[in-house]
């Protein structure tokens, strides 16, 4: 997988993401006020199948294997205030997500320390 290997340098840097499949060149874009803690969450969960909240990524991500996927970061975030809107942009200006309506917008988590 093309994942971050190192991403402490990304610990407690708020921003946007992209988990991208490279085969079916559908992403997911996220935002969180810690990528570093949220990536890898998002692994642990995509690789033990725990994500229940999106299943069309999970279901990718269990046929494709973690090879086929790949991770961005799209833009730090200065003011935390902002991150809703500008993970909205991205998600505008990305063809094809996983993103689903049902949870567009909404407030990012922090992540548990």
């Given at each position: ?57 999970q ?23 902002l ?16 993103n ?14």
């Open positions: 997988m093309k994942w971050i290997k190192n991403n402490k340098a990304l610990k407690g840097i708020c921003g946007i993401y992209i988990i991208s499949n490279i085969v079916t060149r559908i992403s997911y874009v996220g935002s969180s006020f810690d990528i570093a803690k949220r990536l890898d969450s998002h692994l642990l969960n995509l690789q033990y199948r725990w994500w229940c909240e999106n299943s069309e990524l279901r990718d991500f269990a046929k494709y294997g973690q090879d086929s996927f790949e991770v961005n970061i799209l833009e730090t975030v200065l003011d935390d205030n991150l809703n809107e500008r993970e909205k942009y991205w998600i505008e200006q990305t063809p094809r997500t996983y689903s309506k049902k949870f567009y917008g909404r407030k990012p988590k922090r992540e548990k320390r």
